[in-house]
């Protein structure tokens, strides 16, 4: 057996973390065949995230840190709160301007922002690049006014997401305008976390690429704090939220005091 396998061992460990977020029971012999390496190397990945505490080791494999928040598919979490998503969309689709581009993440706030970009007919010669494949088909319907690009890279099918490798390596030989983003955790120093590693990669690479930075939360994101490290709130341009009126002030003082403007869409718009 090749212990090298196509990644490094932090992206490696980081990718086995997803899979057994995503899985909830992980056997070694399962991760031996899907990375390619040896078991050696497979108990030398899954001690070492043990001890970090992202999985938990088990007889034969490893299973998620009991109490953690498990990932749920895009089209569940479209369903939830979907008045404030489409309000939220809306309201980060108007920031966007005719011959711009634009770097839009993966997640169902930012499904809905894609959606809200297609409802505007006045929108042309705007160009998309995205690792989402659901954005990618919503955006479809919007070509030729649109160009959409997929930056390619490894499926992940909860989010139908692509990551690395290769989508880590063809977003640093881009620049876009504007960049889109949406995460799962605002907490209260500022930092905006995702649930899972290998998108939190791209987020920040994503972040990196753009003169300007907007992220779409809705207000039950505000206290959160997740596993994968996007940055900081100071980071972004602009926050685009909505909800429960308490966490949106919440937010407004965390966005107050890293220098963000707090855009809060009309709901009945």
Do not use: C
């Amino acid at each position: 057996m090749d212990d090298r396998g196509e990644l490094p061992a932090e992206a490696r460990r980081a990718a086995l973390a997803a899979l057994v977020a995503e899985r909830g029971y992980v056997r070694v012999s399962e991760v031996r065949d899907h990375f390619g390496v040896s078991e050696v190397t497979v108990r030398s990945d899954l001690r070492a995230l043990d001890e970090a505490g992202l999985v938990r080791r088990v007889h034969g494999g490893a299973m998620p840190v009991p109490g953690t928040e498990r990932e749920a598919p895009v089209e569940t979490a479209a369903e939830r709160d979907a008045e404030l998503k489409r309000a939220i969309g809306r309201r980060a689709a108007a920031l966007v301007a005719n011959g711009s581009s634009v770097l839009l993440d993966v997640g169902s706030t930012t499904l809905a922002v894609a959606r809200a970009l297609v409802a505007r007919r006045d929108l042309t010669e705007l160009t998309v690049i995205t690792n989402g494949l659901s954005i990618a088909l919503a955006l479809e319907a919007a070509i030729p006014r649109f160009t959409v690009i997929v930056t390619g890279g490894t499926l992940r099918p909860l989010q139908h997401s692509l990551v690395a490798p290769l989508a880590a390596n063809t977003l640093p030989e881009l620049h876009a305008d504007l960049a889109i983003l949406g995460g799962n955790g605002i907490a209260d120093d500022g930092a905006v976390t995702n649930l899972n590693l290998p998108e939190a990669e791209i987020k920040r690479a994503l972040v990196a690429a753009a003169t300007r930075r907007v992220l779409v939360a809705d207000a039950s994101k505000w206290g959160q704090r997740h596993l994968g490290r996007i940055g900081n709130l100071a980071d972004f341009d602009t926050l685009v939220t909505a909800g429960d009126p308490a966490a949106v002030e919440a937010l407004r003082g965390v966005a107050a005091r890293a220098g963000t403007r707090l855009a809060v869409p009309d709901l009945l718009g």
